[in-house]
């Protein structure tokens, strides 16, 4: 049993972790600019492909959907592989408006010092399955979901992976919390069997809980 001191402090402590991953991402912006592009249209082993014909580092970085995957690295090279894509066959190759090349090696110190920084907390035992995007796996171990965690800032999203994992341990409705529904939209797309919620205003709480009925 958690109390409630105890829940404030896992909060608390959950929100200093994202402002310390934010912060040390914004360092790796700052020190080495860097950018993304979506490839539509392409499969994910066709899109790894045209990655490794561009020298330099350009890896993949979102595995979003069968058909679209967001690649990363210095501007110069993310422009050759959306290029490169285009001659290839792929739909699309849009540039995407940031300034790092987030999920990619690039970010190695920042993934070092988020590391380092997440060494002064005390991770427990998950209660249940949670699925790294990391992997696309589940972990039930307190030392996998601090790898995981480390690791996340240089690994790419595996989206596809972690959707078939959670389908895979009998998870059919899904609920995407937080505005807008894009992610949503592309678990639906992965699985159309799938039942996909977006909870992301009020009125969509109280329609989920019936809240809005009891006043």
């Known amino acids: 049993m958690v109390s409630i001191t105890e829940m404030g402090n896992v909060f608390s402590d959950g929100l200093k972790l994202v402002a310390a991953r934010a912060n040390a991402m914004q360092k790796a912006c700052e020190l080495q600019p860097g950018t993304m592009a979506a490839i539509l249209g392409m499969?994910?082993?066709?899109?790894?492909?045209?990655?490794?014909?561009?020298?330099?580092?350009?890896?993949?970085?979102?595995y979003n959907e069968p058909k679209q995957t967001v690649v990363s690295s210095e501007v110069s090279a993310v422009k050759a592989v959306a290029e490169l894509a285009r001659t290839r066959g792929a739909l699309k190759a849009v540039l995407l408006p940031v300034s790092g090349a987030f999920h990619s090696p690039l970010l190695k110190e920042s993934a070092a010092e988020f590391a380092d920084y997440?060494?002064?907390?005390?991770?427990?035992?998950?209660?249940f399955p949670?699925?790294?995007?990391?992997?696309?796996?589940?972990?039930?171990?307190?030392?996998?979901?601090r790898d995981c965690l480390a690791r996340q800032l240089i690994s790419p999203v595996r989206w596809v992976a972690t959707i078939a994992s959670a389908k895979g341990i009998g998870c059919t409705k899904f609920l995407e919390i937080g505005p807008g529904n894009v992610l949503a939209g592309l678990a639906r797309r992965i699985d159309r069997e799938l039942s996909v919620t977006a909870v992301g205003k009020v009125a969509d709480v109280e329609a989920l809980t019936g809240t809005a009925a009891a006043g």
């Open 43 to 62: 499969e994910d082993a066709k899109v790894e492909e045209v990655c490794a014909g561009i020298p330099g580092v350009v890896v993949p970085a979102n």
């Open 118 to 127: 997440l060494g002064q907390f005390e991770i427990r035992q998950p209660a």
């Open 130 to 145: 949670v699925i790294a995007n990391v992997t696309g796996r589940p972990v039930t171990a307190a030392d996998e979901v």
